[in-house]
Nanobody, 121 residues
Framework: QVQLVESGGGLVQAGGSLRLSCAAS????????MGWFRQAPGKEREFVAA????????VYADSVKGRFTISRDNAKNTVYLQMNSLKPEDTAVYYC??????????????WGQGTQVTVSS
């Protein structure tokens, strides 16, 4: 099993930046692909970004491409999401996810408790 704990959320003005972190427990962190999802009030949870177990491959939702960057440090069992040029529509609870699969169209795998990101206009 993998336990995930997100941090780094908060309130920021539009155009600002935040860096989310997700710390994972367990010795098998490097064998999991890692992703970030988000869920806004009244909306379904949606995919944001993902990174392969090695960090050599990343994928992004079109809505965040060019503004967000996902990265991982396997030595620290941590995955990051650097969010720049934030918009009010980025406001959501952001969840970290770990999975064996490299398909990101389903809500499977292990989840953190989420961290709130609020972008004011």
């Amino acid at each position: 099993q993998v336990q995930l704990v997100e941090s780094g959320g908060g309130l920021v003005q539009a155009g600002g930046s935040l860096r989310l972190s997700c710390a994972a427990s367990g010795r098998t962190f490097s064998s999991y692909a890692m992703g970030w999802f988000r869920q806004a009030p009244g909306k379904e949870r949606e995919f944001v970004a993902a990174i392969s177990w090695s960090g050599g491959s990343t994928v992004y939702a079109d809505s965040v491409k060019g503004r967000f960057t996902i990265s991982r440090d396997n030595a620290k069992n941590t995955v990051y999401l650097q969010m720049n040029s934030l918009k009010p529509e980025d406001t959501a609870v952001y969840y970290c996810n770990a999975r064996r699969s490299t398909t990101w169209t389903t809500l499977v795998g292990y989840w953190g408790q989420g961290t709130q990101v609020t972008v004011s206009s």
